[in-house]
């Protein structure tokens, strides 16, 4: 069967019909091939670039060009998978003119098909805003690393029935404003199912349980390359820090030990070229 673009309609369709959907993020052209190979549904090209790709403390710091010219070269390589491009922190929540203008950057500039952005209830006049503008648009709520100060930490939310009870609300409220799915992430499981069950739209866990209607882990996470911070939620399915590194000592090791390149990796030249060319320096 030839494969399709995936579409916001098929997300929904694939919840209706129990059918759980696979998301990574990824930040470059290699990694946007590699993923699509997989056959992975969504891609999202994550503000954690902020940390795993660019050596930040959070993901406060990433701009909105930061973030353009991440999802351009993802897009390059990703032909298939539904492309999601993170709204970074400040460029959504002070004006709602601002947020469509830059989530429609996403689109136009960017090549992606449709944009995340963090945040509850205090949150659904900007989406219904951005969804009017013809623009798709993910929610994200539970903890979200753009209000890391505010949160006081990477911690779990909706850990007592009142945060509970807030959760299902917002996700409601997001639902109700437009959102086509719903990431919540670092929340209790049995939450996660409450809420999963109440909506219409995907959910899309990280941190959250086995009952939301699809799991996201990020790209360096799942190979083992950043160990910075390993959420407990985490599942490495690589280890691939250490085969790195041994063949980039190896490589060191070969140049230094004269046996890097070889013949194989050199170019000649024909013989009477290379007797004019010495002739010429002898001359
Ligand atoms: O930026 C990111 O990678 C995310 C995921 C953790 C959902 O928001």
Not at 7 to 18: E, S, Y
Not at 80 to 90: E, I, Q, R, S, T
Not at 134 to 142: A, L, S, T
């Amino acid at each position: 069967m030839s494969r399709k673009k995936i579409t916001v309609i098929d997300l929904g369709a694939m919840k209706r019909r129990g059918k759980p959907i696979t998301m990574l993020t990824a930040y470059d052209y290699t990694g946007g091939l590699l993923v699509d190979a997989a056959e992975i549904d969504v891609i999202l090209i994550g503000d954690s670039l902020g940390m795993v790709v660019m050596g930040l403390d959070s993901t406060v710091p990433v701009t909105m060009e930061e973030m353009l010219h991440h999802c351009r070269a993802v897009a390059r390589g990703a032909k298939y998978a539904h492309l999601v491009g993170d709204l970074p922190f400040l460029s959504y929540q002070a004006d709602v003119v601002e947020a469509i203008r830059n989530a429609g950057r996403f689109l136009k500039e960017g090549n992606v098909d449709s944009v995340k952005l963090e945040g509850g209830a205090e949150m659904t006049a900007t989406i219904r805003a951005i969804v009017n503008a013809g623009i798709p648009v993910m929610g994200h709520i539970g903890l979200t690393p753009q209000s890391i100060s505010k949160l006081g930490g990477y911690r779990t939310q909706g850990r007592t029935a009142a945060g509970a009870r807030r959760l299902v609300d917002d996700a409601l409220a997001l639902e109700d404003a437009g959102c086509y799915a719903i990431v919540l992430e670092a929340v209790p499981a049995p939450v996660a199912a409450a809420i999963s069950q109440r909506l219409r739209i995907p959910t899309i866990g990280i941190g959250a349980g086995p009952q939301c209607d699809g799991q996201v882990l990020v790209f360096h996470d799942v190979l083992g390359l950043y160990d910075r911070i390993q959420p407990r939620f985490v599942k490495e399915y690589a280890r691939l820090q250490e085969p790195i590194r041994e063949a980039f000592t190896a490589f060191r090791e070969d140049i230094i030990n004269h046996r890097f390149p070889e013949d194989e990796h050199s170019f000649s030249m024909s013989a009477e070229e290379l007797e004019a060319f010495h002739q010429s320096l002898d001359g």
